[in-house]
Nanobody
Framework: QVQLVESGGGTAQVGGSLTLSCTAS????????MAWFRQRTDKKREGVAQ????????HYADSVKGRFTITRDKFRDTVYLLMSNLSTEDAGTYYC??????????????????WGQGTQVIVSS
């Protein structure tokens, strides 16, 4: 059974920071890719950051590059998203994902089979 559980969402002020965590159990963490997506109000779910386990490579959406950092702790079966210099545009529900379909677009939510329940991020001005 695959399970992803996010935590760490909450409220931050503009310019502030939050760190999200996603702990995996079952076969989820053997997935080559772990990713964070977000869904903002009235927008479709978008890829924010991806981590490739085999080579340690990471990828970020242009909108968060330089402000967000994705890291992975294999011993704790946890992937983190460190978010800094937050803006109101970063507010939304953040989801952890794994189980990427080989050859799929890692920026597309349809590529990932397993999802967490989501954690909400609120950014106040």
């Amino acid at each position: 059974q695959v399970q992803l559980v996010e935590s760490g969402g909450g409220t931050a002020q503009v310019g502030g920071s939050l760190t999200l965590s996603c702990t995996a159990s079952g076969d989820a963490f053997e997935s080559s890719y772990m990713a964070w997506f977000r869904q903002r109000t009235d927008k479709k779910r978008e890829g924010v950051a991806q981590h490739w386990n085999d080579g340690g490579q990471v990828h970020y959406a242009d909108s968060v590059k330089g402000r967000f950092t994705i890291t992975r702790d294999k011993f704790r079966d946890t992937v983190y998203l460190l978010m800094s210099n937050l803006s109101t545009e970063d507010a939304g529900t953040y989801y952890c994902a794994s189980g990427a379909i080989p050859g799929g677009d890692i920026l597309a939510s349809a590529t990932f089979l397993y999802w967490g329940q989501g954690t909400q991020v609120i950014v106040s001005s």
